[in-house]
T-cell receptor, first 108, second 113 residues
Framework: KNEVEQSPQNLTAQEGEFITINCSYS?????LHWLQQHPGGGIVSLFM???GKKKHGRLIATINIQEKHSSLHITASHPRDSAVYIC??????????FGSGTQLTVLP | ETGVTQTPRHLVMGMTNKKSLKCEQH?????MYWYKQSAKKPLELMFV???????ENNSVPSRFSPECPNSSHLFLHLHTLQPEDSALYLC????????????FGQGTRLTVV
């Protein structure tokens, strides 16, 4: 069974700061997802990665397959980025295994 | 807006009540999922349906009963729940169970009193 560890669990930043959230997993995967969950509960897919790096606006996601590690970066953070960020991996069983999430609060 | 709609958004029910959660998608997806999210815990997969057939039951207690009448609709029937069943219940869909990307609904916040 794949174990997915996220760090930190909670993160508070000032507006404008550069933010990094980390995700490590224990066994090989076919894809890794970064998800964003807003206070209302709905989940939005931010990125799906199987290698390398992806960028969308102020968000950047990287993955190192050899080290079984991924990072989500937010540049020039804004209070509207406040949410729970969840890492999920898809292994050989094809189902997603989720991390516990990182609660991000960006203060104005 | 992800294209997956859940109703109701909030539900309070007593332990002797019977209620149902509804999920609807018109994305043309064939796979639908129920997840449970308890406070401070990772999302837990409950049930998977693919082409209206249940393909996975993740050891969920029988007080939770799923129903998938067609590929666009998924229900979760609830009866004689316990307070520890209070959680956010999320529905998701994907093209099929082998698809990489899943789309999630807004969730139903369930409180059992």
């Amino acid at each position: 069974k794949n174990e997915v560890e996220q760090s930190p669990q909670n993160l508070t930043a000032q507006e404008g700061e550069f933010i990094t959230i980390n995700c490590s997993y224990s066994v090989g995967i076919s894809a890794l997802h970064w998800l964003q969950q807003h206070p209302g509960g709905g989940i939005v897919s931010l990125f799906m990665l199987s290698s390398g790096k992806k960028k969308h606006g102020r968000l950047i996601a990287t993955i190192n397959i050899q080290e079984k590690h991924s990072s989500l970066h937010i540049t020039a953070s804004h209070p509207r980025d406040s949410a729970v960020y969840i890492c999920a991996v898809r292994g050989s069983a094809r189902q997603l295994t989720f991390g516990s999430g990182t609660q991000l609060t960006v203060l104005p | 807006e992800t294209g997956v709609t859940q109703t109701p958004r909030h539900l309070v029910m007593g332990m002797t009540n019977k209620k149902s959660l509804k999920c609807e998608q018109h994305l043309g997806h064939n796979a639908m999922y129920w997840y449970k999210q308890s406070a401070k815990k990772p999302l837990e997969l409950m049930f998977v349906y693919n082409f209206k057939e249940q393909t996975e039951n993740n050891s969920v207690p029988s007080r939770f009963s799923p129903e998938c009448p067609n590929s666009s609709h998924l229900f979760l029937h609830l009866h004689t729940l316990q307070p520890e069943d209070s959680a956010l219940y999320l529905c998701a869909s994907s093209q099929d169970t082998g698809a990489f990307e899943a789309f999630f609904g807004q969730g139903t916040r369930l409180t059992v009193v």
